[in-house]
């Protein structure tokens, strides 16, 4: 059986041989030879945004404890608005008691309407609060001026 390789040519091209040639280098003596450039600034605020971006999404999927009920809720917009969905067709079928599905698929029966809309009340806040944030950071991270800026910004959320 005959076993290939890649190794670089002394102009960066990746080729397969079964023995290194004089003169290749293999990826690691390659990779040792010809590190990556730093990124320049421009391109470190991109890669702090797109963290926020991840960060934000992970959070609003995440879940929030509704006090004083105790109820694990998620609370990213979808969510929302199924809630007040929910809501709204019991106001409108004269329902006074509903149902809630916690994040971890516990659902919870005979929840009066006024816990339900409390519920949601605070999942509506809690949203906000990250979203705020978010707009918080973003423009901290666009105005920062140097390098040290941006690595002092610390993605944190409210709740």
Sequence with gaps: ???????????GNPEVWQKKPDGYYT?????ALHPPSEPTFDEL?????QELVRS??????GAITVQPFGYVMQFNTDDSIKMQGAIDLM??????????TQANDVTVYDVPIDVMKNVLVQMM?????????????????????TKEDLA????????
């Excluded at 605020?45 to 945004?49: A, I, T």
């Excluded at 106001?91 to 809630?100: A, H, M």
Aim: glycine share 4%.
């Design 1 to 11: 059986m005959i076993i290939m390789a890649t190794f670089y040519s002394p102009n």
């Design 27 to 31: 990826p690691e003596e390659w990779a």
């Design 45 to 49: 605020k991109e890669f702090k945004l």
């Design 56 to 61: 934000f999404d992970a959070r609003i999927t």
């Design 91 to 100: 106001e409108i079928t004269g329902q006074t008691v509903g149902y809630l």
């Design 125 to 145: 806040t809690a949203f906000a609060a990250c979203h705020s944030r978010k707009q918080e950071l973003r423009s901290a991270i666009n105005d920062a001026e």
């Design 152 to 159: 002092a910004i610390e993605i944190t959320w409210p709740v």
